[in-house]
């Protein structure tokens, strides 16, 4: 998955030489080795992610120093290299995060797609940086470089969350920078919220988000016992605090697709993602729906809404040997299937 080197690599490599004089602190849009790269050619990097499935991934490579999380841990870093992510807010929220580790003078190299919003590095940069400079253009990828001028204040998490009501079910969504219905509760997840009608039992929320589904189906069905799965650190850490800030009780963890969650479930209910990047990504619902039914237990259910184009009662019926529509709108479906 993350073998090849992504365009925004390859360009990097022609710039090993630059980015390899100090040991950069690397985070972002991360989706292939370019820290093996950076090690070969000069001092090993240090890597923060928040995708629970690239620290996987590089941890069987070995790699050493990366962190998985919400925000990096306190130890000083000699520079920075941001591989810009999908959402220009993230960017922002990472920056906070990252450049407080370094100190006045060191480097803070931006990458990405041209496409991607790698063109607002010179805005993203201005309060910390007094000049930003292209150092390279190709592949469709630029490299923008500056020297960090203006220490930031310290990062406060706290600080980025936002939130909004949910009036309906009377909550208060807590959310983070590029987390999945950040601003607003969806329309996909309000169908599928009103078509699930009783539910009891052991429940899983896949691909949790802001923790709008596990909070309002809590809200609705007291007495639930939920557990909500994602692998974006920053959803997690929606989801904690949604939990918390409505007094609900449910286990929040990290999960690429079923493979960190034990035991079998009476429903297991998801607004899955079919986005990564800037590409259009199927795998990991592909896989929900090919093995969700050895994690359900006799009679549970799968539950899920999904764009009308997506062709998943198909692969639903294989799974399951039938696959039941209950609900649909002009952009959306709901499924369901029993075991």
């Known amino acids: 998955m993350f073998e090849a080197l992504t365009p925004v690599s390859e360009m990097l490599a022609r710039n090993l030489d630059t980015l390899s004089r100090q040991p950069l602190l690397v985070c972002g849009l991360l989706e292939d080795n370019l820290p093996g790269l950076l090690a070969e050619a000069g001092p ?14 590089q941890q069987g490579q070995g790699l050493a120093d990366i962190e998985f999380g919400a925000s990096p841990g306190a130890r000083p870093a000699a520079g920075l290299l941001l591989l810009m992510p999908k959402a220009k807010a993230e960017a922002e929220y990472l920056l906070a995060a990252c450049l407080p580790l370094l100190a006045v003078g060191a480097p803070v190299f931006i990458a990405g797609d041209n496409k991607g919003g790698v063109k607002a590095a010179p805005k993203l940069l201005a309060p910390y940086c007094g000049q930003v400079n292209k150092l390279d253009s190709a592949r469709r990828a630029s490299l923008y470089q500056a020297e960090l001028t203006t220490l930031p204040s310290p990062f406060i998490l706290a600080d980025w969350v936002n939130r909004y009501a949910m009036e309906e079910e009377q909550l208060q969504i807590c959310t983070l920078p590029g987390v999945f219905s ?13 078509s699930i009608t009783t539910l009891k039992g052991r429940v899983l929320d896949f691909g949790c988000g802001a923790g709008v589904i596990g909070a309002s189906l809590l809200k609705r069905h007291p007495g639930l016992e939920l557990e909500c799965i994602d692998i974006n650190a920053l959803a997690l850490e929606a989801s904690r605090l949604t939990l918390a800030e409505n007094r609900l ?23 899955p993602p079919f986005h990564a990047g800037l590409k259009t990504f199927y795998h990991t619902t592909e896989t929900l729906l090919s093995s969700a039914v050895d994690y359900l237990k006799p009679g549970g259910s799968l539950i899920l809404v999904a764009n009308a184009f997506l062709p998943y009662p198909e692969l639903i019926e294989k799974s399951f040997g039938h696959c039941d529509t209950l609900a649909a709108n002009g952009k959306f479906k709901i499924y369901r299937a029993s075991r």
């Open 249 to 271: 009780e449910g286990r929040v963890y990290a999960s690429d697709g079923l493979s960190q969650v034990n035991g079998k479930f009476d429903h297991i209910i998801s607004n």
């Open 182 to 194: 950040a601003g607003h509760l969806d329309s996909g997840s309000r169908l599928l919220l009103n």
């Open 44 to 57: 090993a990097p240090r890597v923060f992610t928040t995708d629970f499935r690239y620290f996987q991934w």
